[in-house]
């Protein structure tokens, strides 16, 4: 079953800190995996997108990872700003069909605080 | 910032309401998508189309139907609403893209609350 698990679920942390979101996924066969920031009540937006060989992708203060081995990706976020309170959903899209299937993991809800 | 848009963005309506959710994009996407989100959820596919007059139905079943008259407005309709319809509803589009690497864009949303 293709699945997209992060974690944690939610995470808080100071103003200034780093932190780094995780992301496993079971999706076959892989195509792409994307970062994406939703403010609450608002759509997500993306931050990244990364194909089978690519390893690494910067997006200013974020930084994504991807191990296509290990079906294993990180996010980081540097120096964290009040404005990064956010949910930083995985998604991971399949090449199975024309569509381009794309597969949703819940989310980290991160909190900045002052 | 993606020139998508959805109407309206909040609404209340009583059991047994029609309703539509208006969504357009000015980008000239042929693909675009319907989802649903719960809080704390990940987000499910409910309707999709290719372009003009194609659509098909997602991975989560849902009684809304929509329609694709024109390439930029994708309306979705609840022809009786039910308290199980309340949710958040987002609207996308994607680009051709390269290969397998479109972007999808994402509207504001609209939540929904079926009293």
């Known amino acids: 079953k293709n699945q997209v698990e992060q974690s944690p679920q939610s995470l808080i942390i100071l103003e200034g800190k780093n932190c780094t979101l995780q992301?496993?996924?079971?999706?076959?066969?892989?195509?792409?995996l994307r970062w994406y920031k939703q403010d609450t009540g608002r759509g997500p937006v993306s931050l990244t997108i990364?194909?089978?060989?690519?390893n690494t992708k910067s997006n200013g203060r974020y930084t994504a990872t991807l191990d296509a081995d290990t079906k294993q990706s990180s996010l980081h976020i540097t120096a964290s700003q009040l404005s990064d309170s956010a949910s930083y959903i995985c998604v991971v899209s399949d090449r199975g069909s024309t569509l381009g299937r794309l597969y949703f993991g819940r989310g980290t809800q991160l909190t900045v605080w002052p | 910032e993606a020139d998508i848009y959805q109407t309206p963005r909040y609404l209340v309506i009583g059991t047994g309401k029609k309703i539509t959710l208006e969504c357009s994009q000015t980008?000239?996407?042929?693909?675009m998508y319907w989802y649903q989100q719960d809080p704390g959820m990940e987000l499910h596919l409910i309707h999709y189309s290719y372009g003009v007059n194609s659509t098909e139905k997602g991975d989560l079943s849902s009684e809304s139907t929509v329609s694709r008259i024109r390439t930029e407005h994708f309306p979705l309709t609840l022809e009786s609403a039910r308290p199980s319809h309340t949710s958040q509803y987002l609207c996308?589009?994607?680009?051709?893209?390269?290969?397998?690497?479109?972007?999808?864009?994402f509207g504001p949303g609209t939540r929904l609350t079926v009293t």
């Open positions: 980008m000239g996407h042929d693909k």
């Open positions: 996308a589009s994607s680009d051709p893209g390269t290969g397998s690497r479109y972007e999808q864009y």
């Open positions: 990364m194909t089978f060989s690519e």
């Open positions: 992301c496993n996924y079971t999706v076959s066969p892989f195509s792409n």
